[in-house]
């Protein structure tokens, strides 16, 4: 049942690609079948999902490589399932947000579909160098769609990008290399307990530098400095989908790999890993502040959202945790809409610049829907009540305030900065009084409108009832918990 979400779209990839007959048309309705479908597939294995379960459920396994101790295991929790979705859901927005008349559409949709493949089965594999395949399958697609439908800094960005995730991968390995030859394991298969017979002093060191690969693929404070460059380089669809799900991977691994793997090293690491989410999150909203690009000030607000999960993680109580899976999810929605409403004023201004733009909820003349929806976003981004993002932060602080109250409060510090940077956004971009020189904006079809109103709908709904999502990983947030007292007692 888990293999479709991986081979479906990679197969179909081969078909757009390798078939001369498939016009840039068809391939783009077949792009965009595969990606409902596999999000209808996705949502189909949630309602089968026992809630009670903490286990992984619909495993697969298949010997794959046995000298090696490789196995081709697939399996989904309440971790992986909501990214699951989340990533059918997002990838379906950036195929139906494509431009028609992109260059080269066959091989666009082509790594799309293989991105889609990639970080599906980094969500669902079990063993370990199967992750780590899927890890780095997703790099060379995402390199390809900055270096070639990118801005016009588009060869700077993808590069940087290409030799931080290569970095990041790099230490992963090493990581889960020294994990099982250290521990004698006979497999790479994931076992939490495997690190049960190493000695504090050995899971310290692996437990860093797992965290440090995947650092920066989240990206977290100093290893940023790809990810403005690469969203401000990449089209709208890709922007999308690498603030929407690709930097859930990073995450992932925080909870999945280092927290699963090393609770031991991580109870004794936690208040630095807190401490470390303070940095992100206040740096993250303070440069965001500075910035006059619409775009970059987005991304800069993505390094301290995800900052929060890494907050939640380090408490790793029940509530924490489940707060940073909401995290993860809410901001991959509300990420997604502010980047495509960015992507539609850039199309009908030319501009995203915060000095030049102004007027733009102008009822007449102006993008007032896309202004509307825009206050939505910002809002849900501020953590306003009533929406994802409210939710996620509630959760993240009031799991984490027990067991590090100081870090917590300097996170709320962060979510006050949040409001601040997005309302001047607001304010300069779409009140005050629309330039003559924007006096006839191209009018926005409905067709553009549709997917930043799902969107906006879906982040209110979950504002609203936020159990559809918690009620999926509740079990399993539980079974990854580290009681606040071991936390407390590793703190002095």
Sequence with gaps: MLSPLIWIPALSAAVIAFFPKVTSQIARWIAFAIALLLLIWSIFLGSQFQLVNSDWQFQEYIPWLETLGINYHLGIDGLSLPLLILNGFLTSIAIYTTHPLTHRPRFFYTLILLLNAGISGAFLAQDLLLFFLFYEIELIPLYLLIAIWGGDRREYAATKFLIYTAISGILILAAFLGLVSMSGATSFDYNPSVSSALPLATQIPLLLTILLGFAIKTPLIPFHTWLPDAHVEASTPVSILLAGILLKL???????????????????????????????????????????????????????????????????????????????????????????????????????????????????????????????????????????????????????????????????????????????????????????????????????????????????????????????????????????????????
């Design 250 to 492: 990073g995450a992932y691994g925080f909870l999945r790999f280092g927290l699963g793997l090393f609770p031991e090293a991580w109870s004794a690491l936690a208040p630095w890993f807190a401490t470390w989410a303070v940095v992100s999150v206040l740096y993250g909203v303070i440069v965001a502040i500075a910035q006059t690009d619409m775009k970059k000030m987005i991304a800069y607000s993505s390094i301290g959202h995800m900052g929060y999960v890494l907050l939640g993680a380090a408490a790793a109580t029940p509530i924490s945790l489940m707060g940073a899976i909401v995290q993860m999810v809410s901001h991959g929605l509300i990420s997604s809409l502010l980047f495509l409403l960015v992507g539609i004023v850039y199309d009908k201004t030319c501009s995203r610049n915060l000095n030049i733009l102004k007027g733009l909820l102008n009822p007449e003349q102006g993008l007032p829907v896309i202004g509307t929806l825009m206050i939505v976003a910002v809002m849900a981004s501020a953590g306003i009540p009533g929406m994802a993002g409210f939710v996620a932060e509630f959760l993240c602080f009031r799991g984490s305030f027990s067991v590090f109250p100081v870090q917590t409060l300097l996170c709320m510090v962060g979510t006050g900065l949040t409001a601040v940077y997005f309302l001047m956004l607001v304010n300069r971009a779409f009140f005050g009084r629309l330039p003559e020189a924007m006096a006839e904006l191209p009018p926005v079809k409905w067709s553009e409108r549709i997917p930043a109103a799902i969107l906006a709908a879906i982040i209110i709904l979950l504002g609203i009832q936020p159990g559809w999502l918690i009620s999926k990983s509740e079990a399993t947030t539980s079974a990854m918990k580290i009681t606040s007292s071991e936390l407390l007692t590793s703190d002095q």
